[in-house]
């Protein structure tokens, strides 16, 4: 079975710094990859997703992310986060035959201005 | 507008209530699930139901009763519930069988606030 793992809890930022957010996955084969944020009171909105091709993903709202299969990765990134990207990001990784992913325990992304 | 809607948004019930959550996707999908969301805890994973025939549930008890009475809607029976209950409770829905362009991402509604007094 696949699983995900968020290493950080907590990442806080300034206003206008560069984010990265770690996301490590088990899996045995190619698995589909994907990030999400929830914003306070809301769902879990699709912020990009990775199936096959090209390792370095775009997503919405100018985030990122780049699957590196030698380290089991697909860390989240932008190069300037606005206050507005303070929420939940969570990670989840899908095996190929399964459809039911598995979700990791999230990040909350604090910004400071 | 994710194409998952659930209703009500919040929702304030006594211990000895009966009163139902409802979820409905309008994105041709075939699977729908239902996840808890608790402050401090990580997502869990409560029912999935697929072709409208329910193929996990995580242990759930039984105060919770899930209905899927087509591949479009999906409810949630609560009756006789605890404090601990009180959570935001999240719909989803996805493709279970092919791949397609996109594969089988899930795609979430609002969710609903519980409050169980």
């Known amino acids: 079975a696949q699983s995900v793992t968020q290493p950080d809890i907590h990442i806080t930022v300034s206003e206008g710094a560069s984010l990265e957010l770690r996301c490590n996955y088990s899996?045995?084969?190619?698995?589909?990859l994907f990030w999400y944020v929830q914003s306070p009171g809301q769902g879990l909105q699709l912020l990009l997703k990775y199936f096959s091709g090209d390792t370095l993903v775009q997503g919405i709202k100018g985030f990122e992310a780049e699957f590196k299969r030698s380290q089991s990765s697909f860390n989240l990134r932008k190069p300037s986060v606005h206050w507005s990207d303070a929420a939940e990001y969570f990670c989840?990784?899908?095996?190929?035959?399964?459809?039911?992913?598995?979700f990791g325990r999230g990040t909350s992304l604090i910004v400071h201005p | 507008e994710t194409g998952v809607t659930q209703t009500p948004r919040h929702l304030v019930m006594g211990m000895t209530n009966k009163k139902s959550l409802k979820c409905e996707q309008h994105?041709?999908?075939?699977?729908m699930y239902w996840y808890k969301q608790s402050a401090k805890k990580p997502l869990e994973l409560m029912f999935v139901?697929?072709?409208?025939?329910?193929?996990e549930n995580n242990s759930v008890p039984s105060r919770f009763s899930p209905e899927c009475p087509n591949s479009s809607h999906l409810f949630l029976h609560l009756h006789t519930l605890q404090p601990e209950d009180s959570a935001l409770y999240l719909c989803?829905?996805?493709?279970?069988?092919?791949?397609?362009?996109?594969?089988?991402?899930?795609?979430f509604g609002e969710g609903s606030w519980l409050t169980v007094v």
């Open positions: 989840a990784v899908g095996a190929r035959g399964s459809y039911i992913p598995t």
């Open positions: 994105l041709g999908h075939n699977a």
């Open positions: 899996y045995g084969a190619t698995p589909y």
């Open positions: 989803a829905s996805s493709q279970s069988s092919g791949t397609g362009g996109s594969g089988n991402t899930i795609y």
């Open positions: 139901y697929n072709f409208k025939e329910q193929t």
